[in-house]
């Protein structure tokens, strides 16, 4: 059915095949939030895509097969639940457990994590690109952030939505007086710290991983000296609040969202790159779609300019004209509706997906894996679509 199409993800560009596991990680010294009883350990789930050898195997598919992911985002949006079924039916270009490649002995690893109501393969698109050009790209379901996370004993946890998360997220930005709960606790520091920490339990049992040897398809061939971050919207202010806590990681690329009080004050270390747009076009999205209120993009586009701003190294402030925030992600995709209900921007899906791959790519070739193949700021200068801020210049 044309409306819901069972689609392809385009072919990737760079010279290698992709392979994929998915595994799960618990934190012994956290206690899970996102159940009203927290009498379970901190557990997170990430789907690993990496550089492999041509392989036979099975493809992956989009959505994996225990997951409720697809029930659970139309609930989130109040739409019908069978709308998303066939998310099931779509396969990647990922091999499962293919052989890591070994054109080279290791790999520079990213980590990604994706929006409030997403799941770890939001942005298969951009995963997949940058695996095929020589990443090894871990894509986290955080409980809590992701629309539903299935863990291995079979547990299920259901995102909250936005009237529950928003307050708990932007405390961590613009803090209340009056901290808002969860099941009865206050958060005076909003929810975002928890959720870095996520990031720092992977880079710890990836660690794990790369020293078990024959353990796993990856055992030694992770190069966890050279490590980048990028999300959008939630996945975007966590990787930013990550990166400020953990310079384990060198380069970080942030995606359409507001950054927390730290990242705003005191900018970050690291290379970074902000992808977002104007005002304008957040309005015109607002015009179409509703959301967008001023004092949400007043947050967004104040405390990301504030970030770029105060932070001391290698920093790109960009505005891509005419995407909208869905255009970030794979979801417009997954239907036309999306584009009917004013949710994809007059870009247009296959042209934000080529800009945000180009741009992703070249800035994590230059910061981490250090092979750069062209400047970021000459690629940005040829791109007509996009104006860039630059601190220092490139």
């Given at each position: 059915m044309w409306l819901l199409p069972v689609f392809s993800f385009p072919q990737p560009s760079g010279p290698f095949q992709i392979g994929t596991i998915r595994v799960e990680w618990t934190d012994p010294n956290r206690a899970e939030l996102f159940l009203p009883d927290r009498d379970r350990p901190r557990s997170i789930?990430?789907?690993?895509?990496?550089?492999?050898?041509?392989?036979?195997?099975?493809?992956?598919?989009?959505?994996?097969?225990?997951?409720?992911?697809?029930?659970?985002?139309?609930?989130?949006?109040?739409?019908?639940?069978?709308?998303?079924?066939?998310?099931?039916?779509?396969?990647t270009?990922?091999?499962?457990?293919?052989?890591?490649?070994?054109?080279?002995?290791?790999?520079?690893?990213?980590?990604?994590?994706?929006?409030?109501?997403?799941?770890?393969?939001?942005?298969?698109f951009e995963?997949?690109?940058?695996?095929?050009?020589?990443?090894?790209?871990?894509?986290?379901?955080?409980?809590?952030?992701?629309a539903s996370v299935t863990l291995v004993d079979g547990t299920e946890i259901a995102g909250l939505g936005k009237a529950?998360?928003?307050?708990?997220?932007?405390?961590?930005?613009?803090?209340?007086?009056?901290?808002?709960?969860?099941?009865?606790?206050?958060?005076?520091?909003?929810?975002?710290?928890?959720?870095?920490?996520?990031?720092?339990?992977?880079l710890d049992q990836l660690g794990l991983m790369n020293a078990s040897g024959g353990g796993s398809v990856l055992g030694g061939k992770l190069d966890l000296q050279h490590v980048g971050i990028y999300g959008v919207s939630l996945g975007g202010i966590v990787a930013a609040q990550a990166c400020h806590t953990d310079q384990r990681i060198l380069a970080c690329i942030v995606m359409d969202a507001f950054m927390t009080a730290d990242v705003a004050t005191d900018g970050l270390s690291q290379p970074a790159m902000w992808l977002t747009r104007s005002a304008e076009v957040m309005r015109a999205e607002r015009d179409r779609a509703?959301?967008?209120?001023?004092?949400?993009?007043?947050?967004?586009?104040?405390?990301?300019?504030?970030?770029?701003?105060?932070?001391?190294?290698?920093?790109?402030?960009?505005?891509?004209?005419?995407?909208?925030?869905?255009?970030?992600?794979?979801?417009?995709?997954?239907?036309?509706?999306?584009?009917?209900?004013?949710?994809?921007?007059?870009?247009?899906?296959?042209?934000a997906h080529a800009i945000i791959n180009s741009l992703s790519l070249a800035f994590f070739d230059r910061y981490v894996s250090e092979n750069p193949s062209r400047s970021v700021a000459d690629l940005l200068a040829s791109v007509p679509e996009v104006r860039a801020r630059i601190s220092p210049s490139d």
């Open positions: 789930v990430s789907q690993i895509y990496y550089p492999s050898a041509p392989s036979q195997g099975e493809a992956a598919p989009y959505v994996p097969p225990q997951s409720r992911v697809p029930q659970r985002i139309a609930d989130l949006m109040h739409l019908p639940s069978f709308l998303l079924e066939q998310l099931r039916r779509v396969q270009h990922a091999k499962v457990g293919a052989p890591v490649s070994a054109q080279r002995e290791r790999y520079p690893v990213l980590i990604y994590l994706s929006g409030l109501g997403g799941f770890s393969n939001l942005n298969t995963a997949e690109e940058l695996a095929s050009n020589g990443f090894v790209v871990v894509a986290l379901d955080q409980p809590g952030g992701a529950v998360m928003d307050p708990l997220l932007i405390q961590s930005a613009r803090p209340a007086s009056r901290a808002p709960q969860l099941f009865g606790i206050f958060y005076p520091q909003g929810l975002v710290p928890y959720f870095a920490e996520d990031v720092s339990l992977a509703g959301g967008w209120t001023e004092d949400d993009i007043a947050l967004h586009i104040g405390s990301m300019s504030d970030a770029f701003s105060h932070s001391g190294t290698d920093a790109y402030y960009v505005e891509i004209a005419d995407i909208f925030h869905l255009d970030f992600t794979d979801a417009p995709l997954w239907s036309p509706i999306v584009s009917w209900l004013g949710l994809s921007g007059p870009i247009g899906v296959s042209r």
